[in-house]
């Protein structure tokens, strides 16, 4: 697999549930991003990693979201009590230093 | 403050027809770089090309041509002949290394349908 890969491509939830999405990046590719995109907008940054560590969070992430990426390899974002306002495609992207940066297809999510 | 501006909302032209999507960027810093992304209805957005900020050489890529004026800040992406594979949404976007992030900033977006 040369891609990155997201799972699962469709949520759908009921609101203030938990859900939890995961990435794996491309192999080698020690920085990993996530962003949120929203109908008819661009996608907008929400947190980055070096290797395991986070390094930036953009004030779109509220204390209901956290994200990690244990051991530097793939990464997990879960999203706590769930609200309507949730509801979007969360990107994935992964690149090798400071290289253009591969997506993954996605994670669409709907909270009901 | 960064910022990119796509003014395009949508754009429909008939097959073979060339077409620009224009992209104006903002940024305070003198070394970034500037990206074209295409997003099918899959929802996976395929790179299509990196200028970092000290080359304003203009690009061409089969159809694809990029024209990178920094006097007007701005980012335009040709298509030439026009195909309907080419119907997509298309991101430009704004990096900066500043941070150490690389993060990018996205615009809006430019719809694009291309009719047989």
């Known amino acids: 697999d040369t891609g990155v890969s997201q799972d699962p491509r469709h949520k759908i939830t009921k609101r203030g549930q938990n859900v939890t999405f995961r990435c794996d990046p491309i192999s080698e590719h020690n920085r990993l991003y996530w962003y949120r995109q929203t109908l008819g907008q661009g996608p907008e940054f929400l947190t980055y990693?070096?290797?395991?560590?986070?390094?930036?969070k953009s004030r779109l992430l509220s204390d209901r979201f956290s994200a990690e990426r244990p051991k530097g390899s793939f990464s997990t974002l879960e999203i706590q009590r769930t609200e309507q306002g949730d509801s979007a495609m969360y990107l994935c992207?992964?690149?090798?230093?400071?290289?253009?940066?591969?997506f993954g297809q996605g994670t669409r999510l709907t909270v009901v | 403050a960064q910022k990119v501006t796509q003014a395009q909302t949508e754009i429909s032209v008939v097959e073979k027809e060339d077409v620009t999507l224009d992209c104006v960027y903002e940024?305070?810093?003198?070394?970034?770089?500037l990206f074209w992304y295409k997003q099918p209805p899959s929802g996976e957005l395929v790179f299509l090309i990196r200028?970092?900020?000290?080359?304003?050489q203009n690009e061409i890529s089969g159809r694809y041509s990029w024209n990178f004026q920094k006097s007007t800040s701005s980012f335009n992406f040709t298509i030439t002949a026009s195909q309907v594979v080419d119907s997509a949404v298309y991101f430009c976007?704004?990096?900066?290394?500043?941070?150490?992030?690389?993060?990018?900033?996205f615009g809006t977006g430019t719809r694009l349908k291309v009719l047989a």
């Open positions: 990693f070096q290797n395991e560590a986070q390094l930036e």
């Open positions: 976007a704004l990096s900066e290394p500043f941070s150490g992030t690389y993060k990018y900033i």
């Open positions: 940024t305070r810093d003198t070394t970034y770089y």
């Open positions: 200028r970092n900020s000290f080359d304003e």
């Open positions: 992207a992964s690149s090798p230093s400071d290289m253009e940066a591969f």
